[in-house]
């Protein structure tokens, strides 16, 4: 999360100001969202856990809906990040897949209150869409588990997806579970799937 509300200073620049109040209400909107649910959060109770005035708010996003997408859009764009960087560790698939789903896992076990807001809310904010690209996105990470094996027959997208699928099923019932759950403690399982 960033640091305390910037306030716009002389030697600050505005650029570097206005993004950190952006992070700032996109941190929030997860927070308040996972607390609350997406229906119950407000623009008011995000600016307040942001520590910005609610026109600070409307000068980053038109919506709550709006600074949730950009949140799961920074959140997914880190999850992927993270996994390929990890995928690219290991000589072999079968390495690089658990190397991947380790980083994941411990990228989801740190950023829980972001993974709880979109897995749990998103689709009620009307990223259902976006969620089922990114499950699509981490399927990529299983095509060449096939060729690895010698096989040339590849199975078809849908078997790709419903694993991909599966694994982010595990995931949104470690999100529904709260703090009672660890996302690393999956670890196995996800890589089994």
Avoid at 10 to 31: C, K, V
Avoid at 47 to 52: D, I, N, Q
Wanted: hydrophobic share 45%.
């Amino acid at each position: 999360a960033p640091g305390p509300a910037a306030r716009r200073c002389a030697r600050a620049p505005q650029e570097q100001t206005s993004e950190q109040q952006r992070l700032r209400i996109m941190f929030a909107t997860a927070e308040v969202v996972s607390r609350a649910g997406f229906q119950a959060a407000t623009v008011t109770a995000i600016t307040r856990e942001a520590g910005l005035d609610p026109r600070c708010f409307y000068r980053h996003f038109p919506d709550k809906s709006d600074a949730l997408r950009h949140a799961g859009d920074l959140l997914f764009g880190h999850l992927v990040a993270v996994a390929a960087g990890a995928f690219v560790i290991g000589e072999t698939w079968p390495e690089r897949a658990w190397e991947a789903a380790r980083a994941l896992a411990q990228c989801a076990q740190q950023n829980r209150t972001f993974v709880a807001a979109l897995l749990l809310e998103g689709p009620a904010a009307g990223m259902a869409a976006r969620l089922q690209e990114v499950t699509d996105a981490f399927a990529l990470f299983l095509q060449e588990g096939y060729r690895s094996r010698g096989s040339r027959a590849t199975p078809p997208d849908l078997a790709l997806e419903l694993i991909a699928t599966s694994v982010f099923e595990l995931g949104y019932s470690v999100a529904r579970a709260g703090e009672s759950r660890e996302v690393p403690g999956l670890l196995a399982h996800v890589v089994f799937i």
